[in-house]
């Protein structure tokens, strides 16, 4: 049998282990890159490792999150990041330069190449054939210091597509279609690659949409092959010497296949508030809208935005709606300048703003009290926009802006003829916002303000395991209800005991005080616990509040990577009615873990109450649980090397 794209790039880059599903293997890893939110923990935690200059192929840092500025974290931030960059050897781009991800698809993008990312979006990379996968930033910390990435071989799921999208249906649909299919939990654990006739109708970045938002599945990360397509893309960036053909052969070999007809798909529509509430555009027209945002690192392309400015030409924004607009990158807009779609935007009055994540992760743009916003994102989970009651849908930029000038939720094919976008011969290519590292690092100072704390420490794991169940949660609990972003909490992100404050605020606001008086204690969850983003916050804060274990009847994959990085024990139910019997406040003691770690079995035996022992799972490899051991990652680094 042939092997796959994805089977193809780890071999190439495998270092320790088998390529069975579900076996602990490590690869080297090439390329990094890490957002100012995640970054300046990653820092940190680089530089306690020791290494003078980072040793991958290419690192960049970029900043694109916190951009608000309301007050001086920020900034402090920002100053401490460029600084970072320029001594350690890494490429820093600079606020209002664009989203991570956009600008790592147009500047950065090398098919075949590993890279790892302090985001969860990082596989948008591989809409141009790159191996692209979303970690904690510990675990960019770790590759920047040259040693390899450690996960489990994931199921590499074959996405055969056929046929062409109709007009006004979008590569957005194609993964919408994904989501209403498999849900937010149904990627755990895979690689979704495409292939087939219908991948050749599809330009890079439709297909980054599409890899994109395979985070909300919570794949490991979604592949396309790099072809012609992809050939083209590289030339319009002026890197052809940095593309090369990537196929999977012809008789290559999947641990499962789905099949998508293009031609069959009609426009989609995540409905509040979750990416896989998924129905028909049609279905729920009519519905008002009170705002549009098309952006994010999803749907943010030049491709996306000339599809607004063309409808804009044609119609007006509707008088009861605000529109607004964040291109993806300076590239997007310098390109859309040069070719008239900015002026259309502006001229209709399209509320433009910077090139960063801004109203996807709740930094502005927040929609009014009992209003529909309906946004080109990735996700809607209730409160993420900024409102606490928002009602937010995802969609397409062509179901996007059908809203925009009809003021209501509208089935785009309303719209008549489909303005077709051909991506421009060459892009603007202009990188005087991405600054190289100092060639003389000795004489870069690095610039530290008072948002910048020390990292918090974790003691080796102990004898005993005891506490209180301080919360129980249902499932599908993501990191953004874990530790909320939005622009009171992100400015904190370098600040882990300020920002542990806020640990479930908008779920339990008591429960950070509830964690200190109690002395720590246990979380525990449903399905996919820990969902949606990289933030090491989502374990790290728990920590600093003394929890020291999360039972959960199953993890999300960078949650659960993060858990361990940081020395908090993340546990599931063999059984699942034992989740019915425990409540907050019950009493669980996990005796003589260490012992029962080191046993060769995968059960760990808790007595709930003082009264009945159940029986906990886990999947550790040897690995991981020599990193629990030892308390952490960092902990564990420092000493085996
Ligand atoms: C997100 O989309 O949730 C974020 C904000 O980009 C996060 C990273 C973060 O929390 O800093 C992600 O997707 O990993
Ligand atoms: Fe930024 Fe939103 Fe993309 Fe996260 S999903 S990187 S917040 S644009």
Known sequence: ?????????????????????????AINIDRTLTQDATGTMAYLQFESLGVKRVRTELSVSYVDHNTLQAGFENADDHRFLQSFASKYGIYFSKPGNGVCHQVNLERFSIPGRTIVGSD??????????????????????????????????????????????KPWVAAKDVILELLRRYTVKGGVGKVFE????????????????????????????????????????????????????????????????????????????AAPSSPDNVKKVADVAGTIVQQVIIGSCTNSSYKDLMVAAHVLKRHKIHPDLSLHITPGSKQVIETLVRDGGFAEMVGAGARIGESCCDGCIGMGSAPATDTVSIRSFNRNWKGRSGTPDDRVYLASVETCIAAAVRGELTDPRELGMYPEVPLPKRFVINDSMILPPNKQPETVKIIRGPNIKPLPEKQPLSEEVRGEVLIKLADNISTDAIIPAGSKILPLRSNIPAISEYVFHQ???????????????????????????????????????????????????????????????????????????????????????????????????????????????????????????????????????
């Open 194 to 269: 495409y292939y087939g006739d219908g991948v050749k109708t599809l330009s890079v970045p439709e297909r980054a949409t599409i890899t994109n938002m395979g985070a909300e599945l919570g794949a490991t990360t979604s592949l396309f092959p790099s072809d012609n397509i992809t050939r083209k893309f590289f030339k319009q960036q002026s890197r052809i010497s940095d593309w090369s053909e990537l196929q999977a052969d012809s008789d290559a070999d999947y641990d499962e296949t789905i099949h998508i007809e293009l031609d069959l798909l009609e426009p989609l529509i």
């Open 120 to 165: 969860s979006h990082t596989p948008t990379a591989g809409g141009a054939g790159m191996l692209a996968i979303g970690v904690g930033g510990l675990d960019v910390a770790i590759a920047m210091s040259g040693s390899p990435l450690y996960l489990k071989m994931p199921k590499i799921v074959g996405v055969e597509l056929t046929g062409s999208l």
């Open 1 to 25: 049998m042939g092997l796959n794209i994805a089977k193809k790039i780890i071999t190439e880059h495998l270092v320790e282990g088998e390529m069975e599903a579900g076996e602990e293997i």
């Open 507 to 641: 779920v339990d606001p008591l429960f950070s005080k509830r964690a200190i008086e109690k002395n720590g204690g246990y979380i525990v969850g449903g399905e996919n616990y820990g969902q949606g983003s990289s933030r090491e916050h989502a374990a790290l804060a728990p920590m600093h509040l003394g929890v020291s274990a999360i039972i959960a009847k199953s993890f999300a994959r960078i949650h659960q990577a993060n858990l361990i990085n940081f020395g908090v024990l993340p546990l599931e139910f063999e059984n699942s009615e034992d989740y019915t019997m425990i409540r907050e406040g019950t009493g669980i003691v996990i005796p003589g873990i260490i012992d029962q770690l080191k046993e060769n079995t995968n059960k760990i035996k808790a007595v709930i109450d003082n009264s009945k022992t159940i029986t906990l799972v886990h999947n550790y490899s040897p690995r991981q649980k020599k990193i629990l051991l030892s308390g952490g990652l960092l902990n564990y680094t420092k000493t085996n090397g």
